[in-house]
């Protein structure tokens, strides 16, 4: 057998796996790999130091019940996490790439409202008729520019370009978001849903926000007080009326 074929052939067990991406999906999913296959190592890299340093640490950038113990359990020993993609590549016998792919805004592949529009209207997503979909929904290309005259960004992704800049800045540096920005064009009073716990909800109040997130509650004593506890009342602008009153009538 030619040298050549010998490189080329794959290797009849897996001894060690490389996953490119130590994020949602890639972190804890090797984790597991290595808490299932003691026999193989699993060496989770990315090109992001801040990721792979709380990877390594003792708060782990992403909670799941019981991920910690077996982090803790395999790191070190068949587990490592690592900046060093090129070596952990060279040194895998099979390679897991998991890495982000942002929202396309230009160019092939770019999501076309006609592309959202038509996912909300497959029939186990909405029952709603096209038209009135069409009617209800808008889409805009830049974040800042959807939450102007709106009551309320709900996030619902962790994906770092949708994290705030403020807050984030000395962790992440290649975050998007401005509040400041976006609540200076909202109606008030102005609410942030985080429905994953990724915000700065102490730094999102300083700017006048109403904060709501799943698992937590971050609210400052008197936040609500001037409504008797509960949410403020929504104060509809003459614009913003309007508007509604458009939609209504479709
Ligand atoms: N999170 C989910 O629930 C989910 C569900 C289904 C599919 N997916 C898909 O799985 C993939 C990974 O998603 P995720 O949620 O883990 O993303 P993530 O943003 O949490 O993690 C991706 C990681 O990849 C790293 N990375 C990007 N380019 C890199 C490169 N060239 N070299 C090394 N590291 C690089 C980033 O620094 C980041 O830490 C995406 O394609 C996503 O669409 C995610």
């Known amino acids: 057998m030619s040298a050549c074929s010998t490189e080329n052939k794959a290797p009849e067990s897996i001894r060690s796996i490389c996953c490119i991406g130590a994020g949602y999906v890639g972190g804890p999913t090797c984790a597991i790999i290595a ?33 910690q113990e077996i ?5 070190g020993k068949n587990l490592f996490y690592s900046t060093n993609v090129e070596e952990g590549v060279v040194n895998a016998d099979l390679i897991f790439i998991s890495v982000n792919t942002p929202t396309k805004t230009y160019g092939a592949g770019k999501v076309e409202t006609e592309q959202i529009l038509s ?60 509040y400041e920005k976006m609540i200076k064009s909202m109606l008030r009073p102005a609410w942030v849903f985080d ?19 799943i698992g937590h509650r971050y609210q400052r004593p008197q936040f609500y007080d001037h409504c008797n ?22």
């Open 195 to 213: 429905g994953r716990k990724i915000l700065d909800h102490e730094r999102l109040m300083d700017l006048g926000f109403y904060t709501e997130c």
């Open 35 to 67: 808490h299932k296959c003691p026999e193989i190592t699993v060496t989770v890299v990315d090109k992001n130091p801040i990721r792979i340093a709380q990877w390594n640490s003792d708060k782990l950038p992403i909670y799941e019940p019981g991920l």
């Open 119 to 178: 996912d909300l209207c497959h029939p186990g997503v909405c029952a709603l008729p096209r038209e009135r979909i069409e009617n209800l929904v808008t889409t805009h290309a830049d974040p800042h520019s959807a939450a102007a005259n709106t009551h309320a960004i709900v996030v619902l992704t962790e994906w770092d370009e949708f994290k705030a800049k403020l807050g984030y800045c000395n962790v992440l540096h290649f975050v998007t978001l401005d």
């Open 229 to 250: 506890g509960h949410a403020p009342e929504l104060l509809f602008s003459e614009k913003s009326k309007a508007f509604r009153a458009s939609r209504q009538d479709n």
């Open 71 to 75: 982090v803790m359990k395999c790191r």
